[in-house]
């Protein structure tokens, strides 16, 4: 259906065949315009940064929620992954994704300044105004 919309300027065509050229030339510029205005912000919606999915997740910041038993779990995006850490980490320890492995993702431990840095920009990588308190607290 949204193809249709991009052929708006051929069906537009057709008012030439049915309506006096004084009234077709107005419609169909009218016509076009619209078809412009759309023509831009689908070009624009497509130049946007990737928002979800598996490309979204890489160079994501989160922190280490459960480290039990061999079996390291990080909340990134107020998502549990399972993860995998070339270095030792701890409980709470700050950490960025690197890569993904199926459902596993292989992160990386980070230095507390470089956490504060990327929370901003964790924040308004999801649309959220700067400064504005993350949905469901701090955690």
Request: hydrophobic letters at 45%.
């Amino acid at each position: 259906m949204c193809n249709l919309v991009l052929l708006l300027p051929l069906f537009g065509l057709a008012v030439f065949w049915s309506w006096p050229p004084a009234v077709a030339v107005p419609v169909y510029l009218a016509v076009l315009v619209v078809s412009a205005g759309v023509y831009y912000l689908a070009l624009v919606a497509m130049r946007l940064p990737v928002r979800t999915g598996r490309e979204a997740l890489s160079g994501a910041r989160g922190k280490a929620v459960s480290v039990a038993s061999g079996e390291l779990r990080v909340r990134v995006r107020s998502e549990v992954w399972r993860a995998r850490a070339s270095d030792k980490l701890s409980l709470g320890d700050p950490v960025e994704v690197q890569g993904i492995d199926g459902l596993t993702l292989k992160v990386k431990r980070i230095a507390e300044g470089a956490q504060s840095a990327g929370a901003d920009h964790q924040r308004g990588s999801v649309g959220m105004p700067h400064g504005a308190p993350p949905v469901g607290g701090p955690g």
